[in-house]
């Protein structure tokens, strides 16, 4: 069974930066494409961030662009997502997705993690 696990979240004053990490168990996440959700409180799920495997270009949301970073870590098959200058509105609970077909930011990724929670709040 493909399984993603993620890791790094918590909780983080405004302003601050968090780093999660999203590792895949039994495949090797490199050959995938892999994207970042959230869910907040009360609100669907969005896409936020995406990796593609076959050339890494990488694509961002409107509310996180110029404050996340998505990146591989190709020695250890993790995809990870910097955030930087975080705020209260960026509360939620953080997912990782992988498939082999990019998906782009949409929810169709055949594989998902149980999620992260990040909280942001003074």
């Known amino acids: 069974q493909l399984r993603l696990v993620e890791s790094g979240g918590g909780e983080v004053q405004p302003g601050g930066s968090l780093r999660l990490s999203c590792r895949g168990e039994?495949?090797?996440?490199?050959?995938?494409?892999v994207a970042w959700f959230r869910q907040a409180p009360g609100k669907a799920r969005e896409g936020i961030s995406r990796i593609a495997n076959f050339d890494d270009n990488t694509t961002y949301a409107d509310s996180v662009k110029g404050r996340f970073i998505i990146s591989r870590d190709t020695t250890n098959e993790l995809v990870n997502l910097q955030m930087n200058n975080l705020k209260p509105d960026d509360t939620g609970f953080y997912y990782c997705?992988?498939?082999?077909?990019?998906w782009g930011l949409g929810p169709e990724y055949g594989y998902w993690g149980q999620g992260t929670q990040v909280t942001v709040s003074s």
């Open positions: 997705a992988a498939d082999q077909l990019d």
């Open positions: 039994v495949f090797f996440l490199n050959n995938y494409n």
